[in-house]
């Protein structure tokens, strides 16, 4: 009789031999040709019959890139195989590239591609490959576009644009392009604001730091590279550059009204946040130091171009310091009034006094406003506890603003004689506000939206009475009134899915209003200093 038992563990010993001697030879193959056991697990593409290893694309990160600017990046693989690899990608944006050999991506958009563009980028071995998701986003670089005040068709005069001023004469548009963030600087070009083929003025031009001389003949920059700031000019019709100033790390500049001269400031100390104040000829030559360790940007020109008031001895904790007048050809300074609230002061358009915040209050930031003689003496009273204010344009009048409440976010609308007296309350629940040119007429905002983010605009005489209504559902934080006080210019209808708005106009006098370009960014937009077009960018 069979010993069934016996037999049966024969087998699985048998069986179990045959496994081990297996195991052996695919041990041996496998650690003679790759080194390491290759178990598949199902994942990321797996791996071949012949041991291949997947290769392990690491991922490039989401990227920004503006419309009109180059993203080029490099894709990275690691291959355990050491295996040649291509590169492909899906999504591809229209003028993207991907070098298949290379993994080098190259993209320049459109000045029609703002957006984000999701992409899947491979990185392939034989048969084996592993992929990663990126998104691009596009940052919008507007366009700079006209229309005329009273509507009609819009002209778009450039594209690429990252900043602009129009010309006093209202004949031409300064801008800049091309920003380079490595280095902080730019092109500076200009063109005619009826469209034209543009002129490139400079091209190491520090982005933000440049001015039109009021005579709209020339162009004051910043240029080179941070902190060695070099100062320069350059005729708004080309050419080559005047250096004023140079590599002395100039931080601040202002052309004098007159555009015979640039008053600037240099030596910047990061310590003291001081630097000088000096003043040089519009052609060149050499520079008058007109004060030391002033706080840089907190200085005015005197409408007449014959003094600079500045600041200096400032307190971080305060935040205040002493105000000075010194004349533009140099000398002994005048005190005005010392522990003035940093830079909030005015000097009135016929350049005889200084309206100044004395008593500063961090608590309810609020402050005393007085006025003083611009050649120093003492000073006026002219309200308390006002926030800010704004002169009229004839210097007669102080508007400003008080009694804050922070639960509506709008003040009280007062006006005061330059000289002092009692004020005339002008208007109640205000937000934000502006004098007509001719002094007048003041145009403010009231009845905020919390929930619409909307306010109603409406216009007084400068002499207090009955408000009129000019529109309603308007966006908080934009208007201008033209500069012949005849319109104001706003933007309403703002959509939060493309974030834009639509931008009309309306007789000072009330009336219907007039749409002149809708679906904008609103975030800049200037009327040309004549009044007769809006200068916009989208």
Known sequence: MKNRAYEAAAKSRLFRDIIAVLFLVSFVTTFNYGGCINIPTGGGGGSSATGDRPPVLISPGNKA???????????????????????????????????????EFNWTPDYTQ????????????????????????VNNVPNLNVISISGGITTTLVTGVQGFRITNDSTKVVYVDNYDEVTGTADLKVVAITGGTPITLATDVYRWNWQITPDSTKVVYAGASYPSYNLKVVAITGGAATTLAAATGVQYLQIIP??????????????THTGDLKVVAITGGTATTLATDVNPGYLQIAPDSTKVIYMDNYNDVAPTGD???VSITGGSA???????KSKDWQITPDSAKVVYPDNYDEVTDTADLKVVAITGGTATAL??????????????????????????????????????????????GVQYWQITTDSTRVVYADNYDKVAYTVDLKVVAITGGTATALATGVNP??????????????TDNYDEVTHTVDLKVVAITGGAATALAAGIPGNDLQITPDSTKVVYSE
């Open 65 to 103: 890139v503006n419309e009109g600017e180059l993203l080029t990046f490099t894709l990275s693989v690691i291959d355990p195989d050491n295996d040649p690899i291509s590169y492909s990608m899906v999504g591809t944006p229209t003028g993207a590239t991907l070098n298949a050999t290379t993994g």
């Open 114 to 137: 703002s957006g984000d563009y999701p992409i899947t980028f491979t990185a392939t071995s034989k048969l084996l490959s592993d992929s990663k998701n990126s998104i691009i986003t």
């Open 258 to 271: 007159d555009s015979t001269k640039v008053v600037y400031t240099d030596n910047y100390d990061e310590v």
């Open 323 to 325: 105000l000075k007048m």
């Open 334 to 340: 005048t005190t005005l009034a010392t522990g003035v």
């Open 383 to 428: 309200a308390t506890g006002v926030q800010y204010w704004q002169i009229t344009p004839d210097s007669t009048k102080v508007v400003y603003a008080d009694n804050y409440d922070e639960v509506t976010y709008t003040v009280d609308l007062k006006v005061v004689a330059i000289t002092g007296g009692t004020a005339t309350v002008l208007a109640t």
């Open 477 to 490: 934080g934009y208007l201008q009134i033209t500069p012949d006080s005849t319109k104001v210019a706003y």
